[in-house]
């Protein structure tokens, strides 16, 4: 029974993360339509706080209870993690490219594992530190950052990458806390209600009104809130209750495998052999982790029954 519950809890990690892995494909439309990437921030936090509301109004009305005390985690994810980190993502997006967005925004687990040992005080083990190694040189070889080098960043874009990272780190820090007391449904919901007003009082969203007479505006937003937010956060977070924050965000790094995969399958893209490398090297840090908890826990299991 353990070793299947930790299989389906890597699983759903691994699924939220790919879902995130899909945001390039359904971004690119909005920015052809002339929205900002503070437009597409909104769109998402907005779209996606409708969708969970009626879901979590037909199906789990009672689970929208919360103590007023937690409503901080949950502004902070919304605003400090959720609405900052994707600015700073879509804004590299633009100004460069998915892949090297993608690649900034996964020294998120680099912050991660930082955080939790200062707030969590989760252990900084050696199999950690290699795993962290192995998924951000993987990542630098998936998009092509390593072994040529020949990636010219402006310093700005470098600066804002980063901190999409800082950002990204944040939400496993804010909701990490609150994982035991409410659904990862609940915890989704209440982030992105803090978002979607944050992003109401501070877009030109109101303004743009009139670019949803497009089918392909519609279909866009629609597919980066319920696949690439609703279902991706909720998986995450379903995998993030039983797990370590900084093992999840290690886990979580095959989003950029899903990207580049992405770009090859819809964008005609070619995949080179460094890239292959880098899927690899993701995937074996992805298996470090998942390995050392599997074997504590069917430890903890063969005590058990001995007792």
């Given at each position: 029974?353990?070793?299947?519950?930790?299989?389906?809890?890597?699983?759903?990690?691994?699924?939220?993360?790919?879902?995130?892995?899909?945001?390039?494909?359904?971004?690119?439309?909005?920015?052809?339509?002339?929205?900002?990437?503070?437009?597409?921030?909104?769109?998402?936090?907005?779209?996606?706080?409708?969708?969970?509301?009626?879901?979590?109004?037909?199906?789990?009305?009672?689970?929208?209870?919360?103590?007023?005390?937690?409503?901080?985690?949950?502004?902070?994810?919304?605003?400090?993690?959720?609405?900052?980190?994707?600015?700073?993502?879509?804004?590299?997006?633009?100004?460069?490219?998915?892949?090297?967005?993608?690649?900034?925004?996964?020294?998120?687990?680099?912050?991660?594992?930082?955080?939790?040992?200062?707030?969590?005080?989760?252990?900084?083990t050696v199999r950690k530190g290699v795993a962290l190694v192995l998924a951000i040189t993987g990542c630098a070889f998936v998009v092509g950052l390593m072994p040529l080098g020949q990636v010219s960043i402006h310093m700005k874009t470098l600066f804002m990458g980063i901190l999409s990272g800082f950002c990204y780190a944040l939400y496993s820090i804010f909701s990490k806390p609150v994982t035991k007391r409410y659904s990862p449904l609940t915890i989704t919901t209440y982030t992105f209600f803090y978002t979607s007003i944050f992003m109401l009082f501070t877009s030109d969203i109101g303004k743009k009104l009139d670019r949803f007479q497009y089918t392909d505006v519609w279909v866009a937003s629609g597919l980066l809130a319920f696949v690439a937010t609703v279902a991706a956060y909720i998986l995450y977070t379903s995998g993030l209750k039983h797990l370590e924050a900084s093992k999840a965000s290690i886990l979580a790094t095959i989003e950029p495998i899903v990207a580049v995969v992405g770009s090859v399958v819809f964008l005609g893209e070619k995949l080179q052999g460094w890239q292959v490398l880098g899927i690899v090297l993701v995937l074996y840090s992805a298996i470090l982790v998942a390995e050392r908890q599997t074997k504590i826990k069917g430890n903890i299991e063969s005590l058990t029954d001995v007792q």
């Open positions: 029974m353990g070793k299947r519950l930790s299989l389906r809890v890597y699983l759903m990690t691994i699924a939220g993360a790919a879902c995130w892995g899909l945001i390039g494909l359904f971004v690119a439309p909005l920015y052809t339509r002339g929205f900002t990437a503070w437009d597409v921030v909104a769109i998402r936090g907005i779209f996606s706080f409708v969708i969970l509301f009626l879901i979590m109004a037909a199906f789990f009305r009672d689970q929208l209870r919360t103590q007023l005390k937690d409503h901080i985690f949950f502004a902070g994810g919304g605003i400090f993690s959720i609405a900052l980190f994707n600015y700073f993502y879509f804004e590299v997006f633009s100004q460069s490219s998915l892949s090297l967005a993608v690649t900034l925004l996964y020294t998120g687990p680099l912050f991660v594992t930082l955080l939790s040992r200062l707030f969590f005080k989760e252990p900084l």
